[in-house]
């Protein structure tokens, strides 16, 4: 009973190391990825902006299960070339839809600074790469790490969807031991899960109060 209780504890560690790993390769490729999306949203180019809005408009108006299913199987129907790696079909699917929200939540900082601060810098001769370096950037990070705060925690939790297309995180881990009539795995995931994503918002609560010095 031990040794078989040692061995459902690292399977559900293996399991979760996906997690992790899904978790922080999204973020890496979303957060500056969704960077580019905003300045092709905000283009003064038309073509590109209202192109840019509509893929943003779908990637966020469904689900990001059936983006999965999407990104997996149709390199294979339509190019004749499936994906080799779950795993990187999942973190294309993870990227693309994560960058999608992360661009509307740049975009939404950005425009909320006042024109007057723009303009207001020109009279001093400022550059306008110095306007933003050292007027706009921190303003907008201010105003922005909640809502990227939220995302993150939410990134945490729909990692668990990667189980969808066969990646054996923690949570398909999990029910498969759930349905030889095991239950403590399930619990288990849960506290996985909630330590997680309790480390986190410590951080970003850190990070809030860091930026708390900007009253404006």
Do not use: C
Request: overall charge positive; glycine content about 8%; aromatic content about 16%.
């Amino acid at each position: 009973m031990g040794s078989s209780f040692a061995v459902i504890n690292i399977e559900l560690l293996k399991g979760f190391w996906f997690n992790i790993y899904i978790f922080f390769m999204t973020l890496i490729m979303a957060l500056p990825l969704g960077l580019v999306v905003t300045y092709g949203s905000m283009s003064k180019f038309k073509p590109l902006k209202w192109l840019t809005k509509t893929l943003v408009w779908v990637i966020r108006g469904t689900p990001l299960m059936l983006q999965l299913f999407v990104v997996l199987y149709m390199p294979g129907i339509v190019f004749d070339m499936p994906f080799r790696s779950r795993m990187t079909a999942a973190l294309i699917a993870f990227v693309i839809n994560y960058s999608a929200y992360f661009s509307e939540i740049y975009r939404g900082g950005i425009e909320s600074i006042s024109k007057g601060q723009y303009e207001a810098g020109q009279v001093l001769g400022m550059t306008r790469a110095q306007i933003f370096f050292h007027i706009i950037l921190f303003q907008v990070l201010k105003r922005i790490i909640p809502p990227i705060g939220n995302e993150i925690i939410t990134l945490v939790k729909d990692t668990s969807l990667a189980r969808v297309i066969a990646v054996a995180e923690v949570v398909m881990v999990s029910t498969a031991y759930t349905s030889e009539g095991l239950i403590w795995p399930l619990f288990y995931t849960g506290v996985f899960f909630l330590v997680f994503s309790g480390i986190l918002s410590l951080l970003l609560s850190y990070t809030e109060k860091k930026m708390d010095y900007y009253k404006g």
